[in-house]
C-alpha cells in the first residue's frame, strides 16, 4: 500500500472486516490471518505469529530510542442472543455515526486504528522501533501477553494498550482473581436428609465469612477499594432430588497491584479457616457464623483448559495482575501532552474500571504502561457495543504524535 493507503476510512474498513469474523477466546485463528495479511500489506517487517497465536510485526526505527509497543487482543466475549442486538454483532454496520458490532471498541476498532497509525513508521521512520503486537485469551485471563512477556519475544520500553479510554490516558487498574471455596459433605437421597451431611447447610456461614473478608481489604487512593463478590454458587451432583456432596462458591475479587496469586490464595484461605474453624471448635460463635459438624472446606484458584488456535493446551490460573503508574510517570505526561496539543482537549489520567494485558506488561514485567483509545467502556461486553466514528477519527490523527511523544520521553 502507499502512503495515500493509509487513512481513517480504509482503517475503519480493516475493521469492519474483523468484527465479521467472530473470534471466542481460543478461536481467533481466521481473525489472527487477516491482521496479518493486512500487516504484511502495510509494509509491517517480521509479521508473524508465535507459539499461543499473537500477531506480531515491526516497524524498524532509527535505534536512537527504546521500542514502543502497541496492543491491543484479538479476541472478544460472546454475542449472546443475536436478536437482542439493534445491529447484527458480526455485521459491523456503520450507522448514525458510529461503527456497530462486537468487538467495534472492544477491541478491533482501536485494534484497527493502532495498526495503521503504526504503519506510518514503515515510510518514515521514527527514533525508535514501532512493535505491533495483538494478542489471544485476552478475556480469559491474558494468556497472550503473558507469554509473549514470558519469552521475551518483544522488549519494549513502553506500551501503549488500546483499549477504551474515551480518549484519556489511563495508568493502571485493578486485577482479577478467581477463587473457589468448596464445602464437602456426604451426598444422600433427598428423602432421607439424616443420612447426608448437606453441605448446602454451611452456605449461610461462608457468605456471611466473605462479607467479613471484603469489608476488610484495603483500598487505593486512585484506583479504589479492592472488592469480593460471591458470583455463583454450583452444586455437585445437580440432581434435585439428591443431596449434594460438594457445594462451591466462585469469588470474583479485585486485587490492588502488588497482589500476587499465592499471597491471594494464603489471606482468603487463613480468613476463612481462622473464621469458620473458630466455631467448630467449641471456643464461641465466629464472625463468619457456625459451621456445621462434619463439613470439610477448601479454597483454591479457578482454573481453566485453555487450547489455543495453534494447539497450544494449558491449564490456566484464572488471575489478572493490577498495575498502576506513579502519578509522575513521564510516559503518561509526555502521552497526555501530546494528545493536548493535537486534539485541543486536556485528556485525564485516570484508571480502568477493568482489567487489561496492562497487568502483565507492568504489573509483572514493570514495563512503563498506558491505555489511550476512543471508545466508551461501558459499551464493552453489551448489546450496544459501538465506537463513535468522529472521536475514533481524532484519535487515530493524534496516534502517530503519542508514539513519538513516549519514544522521547524513554529517552530523556
Same mark, same amino acid.
Given at each position: 500500500m502507499s502512503d495515500h493507503d493509509l487513512t481513517f476510512?480504509?482503517?475503519i474498513a480493516f475493521a469492519q472486516d474483523l468484527i465479521r469474523i467472530p473470534s471466542p477466546p481460543g478461536s481467533e485463528g481466521d481473525a489472527a490471518a487477516r491482521v496479518m495479511r493486512e500487516m504484511i500489506a502495510l509494509g509491517f517487517h517480521d509479521v508473524r505469529t508465535d507459539e499461543v497465536g499473537n500477531v506480531i510485526g515491526v516497524a524498524p526505527g532509527r535505534g536512537e530510542r527504546p521500542p514502543v509497543m502497541l496492543s491491543s487482543h484479538l479476541d472478544v466475549v460472546d454475542a449472546g442472543e443475536h436478536d437482542a442486538w439493534e445491529h447484527g454483532p458480526f455485521a459491523a454496520d456503520i450507522a448514525d455515526g458510529f461503527l456497530h458490532g462486537r468487538g467495534a471498541m472492544d477491541v478491533k476498532g482501536p485494534l484497527a486504528l493502532q495498526t495503521y497509525a503504526a504503519a506510518r513508521f514503515t515510510r518514515q521512520p521514527s527514533a525508535g522501533d514501532v512493535i505491533v503486537a495483538h494478542t489471544v485469551l485476552e478475556e480469559r485471563g491474558g494468556w497472550g501477553m503473558a507469554h509473549l512477556m514470558a519469552t521475551g519475544a518483544v522488549r519494549p520500553g513502553a506500551v501503549i494498550i488500546g483499549e477504551a479510554t474515551s480518549g484519556d490516558v489511563c495508568i493502571g487498574h485493578r486485577g482479577r482473581a478467581e477463587l473457589i471455596i468448596e464445602l464437602r459433605g456426604v451426598a444422600g437421597h433427598a428423602s432421607a436428609p439424616d443420612r447426608a451431611r448437606n453441605p448446602l447447610l454451611g452456605l449461610p456461614a461462608v457468605i456471611a465469612a466473605l462479607e467479613t473478608f471484603s469489608a476488610e481489604l484495603e483500598s487505593d487512593p486512585v484506583l479504589g477499594p479492592s472488592t469480593a463478590a460471591p458470583t455463583m454458587v454450583e452444586t455437585l451432583p445437580r440432581s434435585r432430588n439428591v443431596i449434594?456432596?460438594?457445594v462451591r462458591v466462585?469469588?470474583?475479587w479485585r486485587v490492588l497491584p502488588g497482589m500476587l496469586p499465592n499471597a491471594a490464595l494464603d489471606r482468603l484461605r487463613r480468613h476463612l479457616h481462622g473464621l469458620l474453624e473458630l466455631t467448630a471448635e467449641g471456643e464461641g460463635p465466629a464472625r463468619g457464623g457456625v459451621l456445621p459438624d462434619g463439613l470439610e472446606l477448601d479454597v483454591r484458584f479457578g482454573t481453566e483448559l485453555q487450547l489455543t488456535w495453534t494447539g497450544r493446551?494449558?491449564?490456566r490460573r484464572l488471575f489478572t495482575p493490577?498495575?498502576? /503508574? =506513579?502519578a509522575a510517570d513521564a510516559v503518561a505526561h509526555a502521552a497526555a501532552r501530546s494528545i493536548t496539543v493535537s486534539t485541543g482537549r486536556a485528556p485525564q489520567l485516570r484508571p480502568w474500571t477493568f482489567a487489561t494485558d496492562g497487568g502483565h506488561t507492568c504489573g509483572?514485567?514493570?514495563?512503563?504502561t498506558i491505555g489511550f483509545a476512543p471508545g466508551e467502556e461501558r459499551h464493552?461486553?453489551?448489546?450496544?457495543?459501538? /465506537? =463513535?466514528?468522529?472521536?475514533?477519527?481524532?484519535?487515530?490523527?493524534?496516534?502517530?504524535?503519542?508514539?513519538?511523544a513516549v519514544q522521547d520521553a524513554l529517552g530523556r
Open positions: 476510512e480504509n482503517a449434594p456432596d460438594v466462585v469469588l470474583d493446551r494449558d491449564e493490577g498495575f498502576l /503508574l =506513579d509483572v514485567h514493570g514495563i512503563p464493552a461486553h453489551t448489546n450496544i457495543e459501538r /465506537l =463513535d466514528l468522529a472521536s475514533a477519527r481524532v484519535a487515530f490523527e493524534a496516534y502517530p504524535d503519542v508514539i513519538r
